[in-house]
């Protein structure tokens, strides 16, 4: 028993610290040599990006950002594994995965929407949680330009999904709670929400920077 304790304190600690890494200083450093964050912030962000390093770059960021979040889960498939419950290490790693990019001790415990780190843990689940979770999840955002929104759908659809597919009780309590923390993080954007005062992504180009050519 201490072990099969000892593998999951090694599993939450490596995937707490994974969740809290910013993806964005991470291809920074590595990917793109150059300080991705002074890009600006939301729409005008993802309109200088476009410009500087076209779609390319976004295939690049995505790549670092699937990467980031496969490593713990992997590690905790692996690890719990040799106890025989790899399917929980797996879901496991992914519960604190999101807690970590929702609550990052690096950054203040200031996270972001944790959306690809929530479809990422769906995957643990079952292949057709994290499918359902990801369509949803990017169509909504697709079509409403609300990454909250789309958080927040993807959530809901999880938790739906997992109470349909997942047979093992614990990988399934370990959804649900993964899914309570998405939706307690997003209770400030559900109200902005309401009062229709949620920021929408743009992908108009920003032309501010000829100003200073």
Known sequence: MSIYWLLLGVTA???YLFGSLDSLVLASNFVFHRNLLRLGDQS????????LF???GFFKLFAVEVVKN???IATGALLLGIRGHADVGAAFAGFV???GRLWPALYGFRGSNAVFAMIAAAFTADTSVGAAAMVVALGVIAVTRY?????IAGAVVYATVSVLAVDDSLVLRLALFTVGLVLLRHIPAMIRLVRREEPRLSLKEDITYKLDE
């Open 13 to 15: 600690l490596l995937a």
């Open 54 to 56: 076209g779609i390319s």
């Open 147 to 151: 990454l909250s929104l789309g958080a």
């Open 44 to 51: 005008r962000w993802i309109s200088n990006f476009r410009r």
């Open 97 to 99: 995965l999101v807690l």
């Open 70 to 72: 496969a490593i713990p």
